[in-house]
């Protein structure tokens, strides 16, 4: 199991990586992996931070081995300051039809598909969404 991510002591802290690597993909919107190298692709509640999620995401096609799965979870939980603009202000069907829209325009990747996963019952408050593809 890969990582990427900006905070290299949390990626250090994280038992379940077998490798990380440490890159703000913002600056540099490359991922540090070979062609069809990943059966599944991650972005846990991150997508709302990328000023480049089309070129991230014709990465993580270009890493995707043939069939593989992108999985992009998000809420609408976020640091303000940090999301980029246009997610601030929009409400959670649109992130979603957002995500659909990236997925689309980096190419390469089926119709995706969104789930409610959000906790029910008793005090459950908080919404949380995956939208997921398959490379074509």
Sequence with gaps: VAGTGMNARELSSNTQLTEYTQRDLNKVPT??????S???????VSIDYL???VEILSEVRRVLRPGGKVILSQSNRMFMTKAVRMWVSMGDQDHLELIGQYLKYAGG?????????????RGARDPMY??????A
């Excluded at 991922?31 to 069809?36: H, I």
């Excluded at 990943?38 to 846990?44: I, L, N, Q, R, S």
């Design 31 to 36: 991922l540090p992996y070979s062609d069809n």
């Design 38 to 44: 990943f059966d599944v692709v991650t972005c846990v």
């Design 51 to 53: 000023t480049k999620p």
């Design 109 to 121: 990747f089926g119709a995706p598909k969104a789930y409610d996963i959000s906790a029910k019952g």
């Design 130 to 135: 995956i939208v997921q593809s398959v490379k």
